[in-house]
């Protein structure tokens, strides 16, 4: 059976050619980027070819990226390394204790790697705003102007939401920090390689990228720090990366992540423009040919590769199952905790209730989608949903309209 995979948000295979400019550094170019001698130069050479690479991407200096273990670290180290500072000055044992706790603005709908760290923030004395989004997965930056306050450090606010692909006004909310003063930092995993990203132009001080997601590899990614930024360390170690971050580089990824977001650089627009017809036909033919079905968050800017469908009667678990049976790799965003599977909590957010949540899948296209693989897929969706149907106690009547969830563009 030939799969066909549309979880690419989930994560994509490694380029060819980003697999061809890594393997000399596991084999031949093996130095270790810290040492003075020839195989250790190359490696460095090469690890600052990478930095220009990813900083090319989005607009920025070389000097301003760090590589990190991906997404996940990306983020955490631009929230804890501008809070931890401000949170020891309002120790009581500090030398001249801060009276209130620093506050942070973030939204319902970010990743986990944002809303845990933010949650742990918490825990260690800060305070942190959520605030909601409309049924388009998008914040009014007038409430982030709203909910700042005195003792606000930072906003943090993803660019294209995991689950969704809808984009957040960045450039707005970018000018709102700046006016502020308050730092303002973005997870834009799931935006970098996919849209042209400009750091200067979105007014963000930190940005946080990973590999995976842009055909490097798993494990690797960068975070952006505007200079001028005061960043704490989250690791202590050597000098690597100026101490930034310390540990020795992961030079064969570092290279990949480099290759990668040079791809990403030359081929994007061309990428997007294909794969957004592609995810374009994929949605609008789901919503034309089965019946009560709604596309989520449709009307708002999107990546060019994230549909997200909600087929009411059905479970998304028992769906994605069945595709998966018959060859095709999509995804639900509900986790599984203690055994009982919870809605998404951007699903949720967005305000559908916890049935519809559950009965919404994710399909995300990528670099190697092809239109017969969409046409398969056109094949295969419809025919799971109607037998699941066929069995479900709660779906009975299938009417004749569609219709998408949202309105604003
Ligand atoms: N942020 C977003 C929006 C993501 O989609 C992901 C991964 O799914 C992450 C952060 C975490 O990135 P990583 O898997 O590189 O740790």
């Known amino acids: 059976m030939s799969r066909i995979y549309l979880d690419y948000n989930a994560t994509t295979p490694v380029d060819p050619a980003v697999l061809d400019a890594m393997l000399p550094y596991f084999s031949e170019n093996f130095g270790n980027a810290s040492s003075i001698h020839t195989p250790g130069q190359k490696a460095r050479n090469a690890v600052e070819t990478a930095r220009e690479q990813v900083a090319a991407l989005i607009g920025a200096n070389p000097k301003e990226i760090i590589f990190t273990s991906g997404g996940t670290e990306s983020d955490n180290h631009a929230i804890f390394g501008i809070l931890q500072p401000l949170l020891a000055a309002t120790h009581p044992q500090a030398q001249s204790p801060r009276l209130n706790p620093p506050h942070i603005i973030t939204t319902t709908i970010e990743h986990e790697a944002v809303l845990n760290a933010c949650q742990a923030a918490e825990k260690q004395g800060a305070q942190v705003t959520y605030l909601h989004v409309d049924e388009n997965a998008q914040v009014d930056p007038q409430a982030i102007k709203a909910a700042i306050r005195l003792e606000t450090i930072l906003i943090t606010i993803m660019h294209a939401n995991n689950e969704l692909g809808s984009l957040q006004p960045l450039a707005e909310i970018g000018k709102i920090a700046a006016a502020s003063d308050i730092y303002f930092h973005t997870d834009a995993v799931q935006s970098a390689g996919k849209i042209p990203i400009n750091v200067n132009d979105l007014s963000v001080d930190l940005l946080a990228l990973s590999g995976h997601k842009l055909y490097a590899p ?189 309105t604003a563009k």
């Open 218 to 406: 798993k494990g690797i990614g960068a975070l952006y720090i505007r200079t001028g930024t005061q960043l704490q360390q989250l690791l202590y170690g050597g000098h690597h990366q100026r101490g930034a971050r310390p540990g020795t580089e992961n030079v064969a990824a570092i290279v990949g992540l480099g290759a990668a977001a040079e791809l990403a650089r030359k081929s994007q627009v061309a990428d997007a423009a294909r794969i957004a017809a592609l995810r374009d036909h994929l949605e609008q033919t789901i919503l034309a040919t089965i019946p009560d079905v709604r596309a989520n968050a449709a009307s708002a800017p999107r990546t060019p590769n994230t549909t997200n469908i909600i087929f009411p009667g059905i479970e998304g678990e028992a769906l994605l199952i069945a595709l998966d049976l018959k060859g095709l790799a999509c995804s639900t965003g509900a986790a599984c905790s203690s055994g009982s599977v919870e809605p998404s909590h951007v699903l949720t957010a967005i305000g559908l209730t916890p049935e519809d949540a559950r009965a919404s899948l994710r399909f995300s296209l990528g670099r190697h989608t092809t239109a017969s693989e969409i046409a398969t897929a056109l094949k295969i969706i419809p025919q799971a949903v109607s037998q699941l149907r066929a069995l479900s106690p709660t779906y009975r009547k299938p009417s004749i309209h569609h219709s998408q969830i949202g």
